[in-house]
């Protein structure tokens, strides 16, 4: 049973737009979130995090926000270059469990120039 | 550089046949851990661990076994591979506290017949 998802398996954006990436999890005790940019071809790099203590994250041009009633988070990219076309996993994970990570199933971003 | 590296890239193999792929990383991480990705599953995980000899199941150990004799080796081993098993495989490592990021090896992309 798939504790992660992210039900939008692509989505596509003009240059200089905002992105915004969308994962729900049903675990109520996940604690911990990650978001995580694919290119073919390679693993996943590290993208930005979020504890359940907070409901926000910027890096740079990228904000994660976290929605714990509705156990909902969402990531914004602006403003978005051709260089962020990928695909992008949210993770979740109980921290105080021995750190099992759950991934969701992936969105593909493709920004258009 | 500090890595983590996945080998062999590519394998082709038969049913039952043992195999194991190696993972290293040089970052003196304690965790470690595997994952497998399939189309519409996203990454899922196989097993991880915590510190030398310190093993745990992830989400889908079935037919995998792992080892953690050091810090910086975490073989992944399959004893009789079955087709079930053809996947993409990705090793990853991360400090032991926050923040939780992993870092990924390139991944192998094995293939049973």
């Known amino acids: 049973d798939q504790q992660v998802k992210q039900n939008s398996p692509s989505l596509s954006v003009q240059e200089g737009r905002i992105s915004i990436l969308n994962c729900d999890y049903t675990n109520s005790m996940f604690d911990y979130f990650l978001w995580y940019k694919k290119y073919p071809a390679e693993g996943p790099t590290f993208l930005i995090s979020i504890s359940s203590i907070k409901d926000k994250n910027e890096d740079g041009r990228f904000t994660v926000f976290l929605n714990k009633s509705a156990k909902h988070l969402s990531l914004h990219i602006v403003p978005s270059q051709p260089g962020d076309s990928a695909v992008y996993f949210c993770?979740?994970?109980?921290?105080?469990?021995?750190?099992?990570?759950?991934f969701g199933t992936g969105t593909s971003l493709t920004v258009i120039p | 550089e500090a890595q983590v590296t996945q080998n062999p890239r590519y394998l082709i193999t038969v049913t039952g046949k043992k195999l194991t792929v190696t993972c290293s990383q040089n970052?003196?991480?304690?965790?470690m851990s595997w994952y497998r990705q399939d189309p519409g599953l996203g990454l899922r995980q196989i097993y991880y661990s915590m510190n030398v000899e310190v093993t745990d199941k992830g989400d889908v150990p079935e037919g995998y076994k792992v080892s953690r004799k050091e810090k910086r080796n975490f073989p992944l081993i399959l004893e009789s591979p079955s087709p079930n098993q053809t996947s993409l495989y990705f090793c990853a490592s991360r400090l032991a506290g926050i923040p939780y990021e992993q870092y990924f090896g390139p991944g192998t992309r094995l293939t049973v017949t």
């Open positions: 970052m003196n991480h304690e965790y």
């Open positions: 993770a979740a994970s109980i921290t105080n469990t021995g750190n099992q990570f759950y």
